[in-house]
DNA sequence: CTGGATGCCTGGGAGC
DNA sequence: TGCTCCCAGGCATCCA
């Protein structure tokens, strides 16, 4: 199972720049009419999907990967939960395959597939590259360059837990369950505190450990295309080292106190209550 | 406006 | 062993 968060989703933008940027894509082909969305609701032709056009950029905003068009039109993919965009050696043809929702050919002979099972991710058909600037920034900032003033600016006025508001995504862009968990461990801040309750100093701290823990898993190549990074001899490392994500129950690797697993925002959530107390720790004054 | 709850969707694991 | 149940979670949409 993956879970395409922010790291994930940079791996896969990684991986496929040499493959698709340069190309032009001979032909588009889109198996489910619900899997791609246009501005004004009309059905996705090939054009929307970029058929004829030449690949000029692949770019990520969050969780979202864009293919920029030379030609002007943007094609916007979303992993959701199960997505995964991969590229196929020369050779293989368009043909209909389970859970494959959409198709590219390229010139180059290889092809381009958009694989989702659970079809909670999908394709977002853009008119311009000035449209996905402004889809963008409507959203929060990069979950790698987020400044701790920009979540308190954004967020710092909220009764909803720092849990649930870092899976915001008009906050901060590119966080998911997995990671937000991660990152409050590693800033020791409480998931069910309310947002307003923290001060900056924390939230400082909150950005700080959110660019750590993203980086760290970027490094790592996320965990999406661990198969596709073992084929290029990167066996392993791609594992991330969960401190608290799925081990509710299980001693925490700090203090070794049991972690606890609650339900936030509808969310599995899981915190040390030794290292994330509720209360801001006091210094204790010396006698 | 805010925040909580729900539904979408399928594979996999738990439990009987 | 085979069946059912339920959970995983990003996101849209609903309601209080």
Redesign the pocket.
């Known amino acids: 199972?993956c879970?395409p968060?922010l790291p994930e989703v940079e791996t896969v933008r990684r991986t496929l720049t040499p493959a698709l940027v340069g190309r032009r894509i001979a032909r588009a082909v889109l198996h489910r009419a619900d899997f791609c969305q246009t501005s004004g609701g009309k059905p996705c032709r090939p054009r929307e999907l970029l058929q004829g056009m030449r690949v000029a950029a692949l770019e990520r905003h969050g969780?979202?990967l864009a293919l920029i068009a030379a030609e002007g039109p943007v094609l916007v993919a979303?992993l959701?939960?199960t997505g995964q965009l991969t590229v196929t050696a020369a050779g293989a043809g368009i043909t209909p395959s389970d859970?494959i929702h959409a198709q590219w050919l390229l010139d180059s002979g290889s092809l381009l597939r958009f694989r989702d099972?659970?079809?909670?991710g999908g394709l977002s058909a853009l008119p311009s590259v000035d449209s996905l600037r402004e889809r963008w920034a409507a959203m929060g900032p990069d979950g790698l360059r987020v400044t701790g003033a920009e979540l308190a600016d954004r967020a710092g006025r909220?009764?909803?837990?720092i849990k649930?508001v870092l899976?915001d995504?008009e906050v901060v862009a590119g966080v998911?369950?997995?990671y937000a968990d991660e990152a409050l461990f590693l800033a020791r801040i409480n998931p069910l505190r309310a947002a307003a309750t923290l001060r900056p100093a924390e939230w400082e701290l909150l950005a700080d450990a959110i660019h750590r823990t993203l980086t760290a898993a970027v490094a790592a190549g996320g965990s999406t295309l661990r198969d596709y990074m073992d084929a290029l001899g990167m066996p392993g490392r791609a594992q991330a080292h969960h401190a608290v994500y799925g081990r509710g129950g299980e001693p925490c690797l700090a203090c070794g106190r049991g972690l606890k697993g609650v339900r936030l925002?509808?969310?599995?959530t899981v915190y040390c209550p030794g290292c994330q107390p509720r209360r801001r720790l006091r210094l204790v004054k010396e006698a």
């Open positions: 199972l879970v968060e969780k979202q979303q959701g939960m859970h099972p659970r079809r909670f909220s009764r909803r837990s649930v899976l995504q998911g369950n997995i925002g509808g969310r599995a």
